[in-house]
């Protein structure tokens, strides 16, 4: 047997014999070591209150932009106390664009002591911090704060700047949150003051609620009211909804100022009065102006008559593209099939975006007279890629069987446009035509990321679990517009690796489109937490955002849903985004999607969406 002593040193044991003392002094080295992190603990505790001391004093003097970052790195603290910090600095601050980034800070937090801290401040004998809380009451959600707003406002009626301050946070809280019944009738007695611009905010207010109890008010300001106040009569006529204002809108449409017309075609087509047809097609006959046109266009689609049909045609000859453009549209919303002729007609419009429209709506209308015509138009090697991704998506939609190798063929061409490549592997995976799954699954080794994602998205579509990993992979690329197509490529698969990828890029990625189809996904496979990231998106300021965000409500709306939608509704100030949420609250009732929600109890280990952090904005 070998000698310990002469052992390789790896190899060599302990030879030291377990002494007491030597065990007692382990002892005492494993609990000094042990009790080392309770120091540190009270080190770091320390220090934070440190930071917080120092941050504070930085916040009562400098220059503005200096306190405005120290704000921020109390914000990022996030503690209690320096929240605390922040609500003071919000009502109490000497500097307006101070105590407004100390708004913006709490903004999506909705401490519990804000509208607390507005209220003390509120009976405070400082007229400028009385202010400060009437401002900050706009960020508030409980509908209390309403009430507090008003209150200000009574307590000194004769105090203008004050009550222009009040109205203005509650026009921004009306948009938020759903104020308590009643409350218009206190509100109502502002419409007679003095000052003009109160009178008009008050009136936007009231607007945006579309309670029908003020409507006799609202009626009664019409005749004396200049063009101006017209117009928001005519918007909030919108949003009540009610037929009562329609022979006052309807004698408004001869006003040769064109705002005022088109506020009034717009009110019409909310109340969806068929009387006022007539003067619709009188309107869309006689005026020239481009906007009045399409807004009439907007009216008829939204007040659906196969006699306007004849009205609508002579306006594809328009001189003016879009209102060719809107009027192809309105033919295909009021599925007018003896319009097909001249839609086809239209396929050599000189104009892309018309020939584009032309497409879409032959798609919506169907018939396979009109699906060669467009096949063809696909062929076309000299035609733009607009109306190529346009021709695409209508042969989808018509269910045309057409040639996947054609498909095949074009993503071969390395100098395709981007965004015509990926549509076309849309396409070709809604075809499934077993016979090219081998090839494309060949094409996810490529080299060349543009033929192997495209072949991913393709087999995705087709439901190949192949593609998975590198539709997950890409949605960590670094174009939003690739990470979008990823995601319908995702539709298709429902692994526990591709829902989990789906969660994570909904609560983190930084492009709101990418956050809204990802949660879209989510919803319409049953995991309708997420549905809360959709709501979020309805306050992002992008038009484009709010209209993605409510179509992907409408995907998977249920009772509830729709009805928030038309509470909604009310309170968009964007024109666009209206008619999005109106024409999906028409399919929703066209295809009876108000069945009973199945929402799963477990979301399989998903990250689930936070109401705080996850905004989309």
Partial sequence: MRDAASAPFWRRRSVVPARPALRWGLACLALGLLLAGVPAAAIRTEQAGGKLEELTRDLERGLQYKRILVLEQLAKLGTPAARGVIIRTMLYDRSQPVRRAAQRMLADVQDPRVLPAIREALGDKSR???????????????????????????????????????????????????????????????????????????????????????????????????????????????????????????????????????????????????????????????????????????ALIEIP???????????????????????????????????????????????????????????????????????????DPNESNEVHIAASKALMRLGFKQDAEFYWQELQKPDLDTNVRLTYALALGQLHDEKLRDRLAAELASPDFSRSFSAALALGVMGDEQAGGLLVHTLDHGNPAIRRFAILGLEGLRGQEVLKALADTANDDRDPLVRILCASSLVAAGFVDFRVLLWNALDNPDEDVRSEAVIALGRSADAETLRQLKWYLRREPSVPVRQTILRVLREAEDHDSTRAETARDSICGLRRPDRRSAQVS
């Avoid at 006003?255 to 019409?268: G, N, Q, S």
């Avoid at 609508?312 to 007018?336: C, F």
Wanted: proline content about 8%.
């Fill in 305 to 379: 008559d196969q006699d306007s049909i004849p009205k609508i045609l002579p306006l594809l000859d328009s001189p003016d593209a879009n209102v060719r453009h809107w009027a192809a549209y309105a033919l295909s919303q009021l599925h007018a099939q003896s319009a097909a002729p001249k839609l086809e007609a239209k396929l050599k419009d000189p104009s892309d975006l018309v020939r584009a429209s032309a497409v879409t709506a032959l798609g919506e209308l169907g018939g396979k007279t009109a699906a060669r015509s467009v096949w063809e138009l696909l062929q």
């Fill in 128 to 298: 400028k911090v009385r202010l400060a809380a009437v401002d900050a009451l706009a960020l508030v959600r409980d509908p209390a704060g309403a009430d507090l707003l008003l209150d200000a406002m009574d307590a000194d009626p004769r105090d203008t700047k004050l009550a222009r301050a009040a109205l203005e946070s509650l026009r921004q809280f009306v948009y938020r949150t759903e104020p308590a019944p009643g409350f218009e009738r206190r509100l109502l007695p502002w419409l007679q003051s003095r000052n003009k611009k109160l009178r008009q905010t008050t009136l936007t207010i009231l607007g945006i609620l579309g309670r029908p109890d003020t409507l006799p008010a609202l009626t009664a300001m019409w005749p004396k009211a200049d063009r101006a106040l017209k117009i928001r009569l005519a918007d909030a006529f919108a949003n009540i909804g009610w037929k009562d204002p329609v022979p006052l809108l309807t004698a408004e449409l001869s006003d040769p100022h064109d705002p005022v017309v088109i506020h009034c075609l717009y009110a019409l087509s909310q109340i969806q009065s068929f009387d006022a047809l007539p003067q619709i097609w009188e309107v869309l006959e006689k005026r020239r102006d481009p906007w009045v046109q399409i807004t009439c266009l907007n």
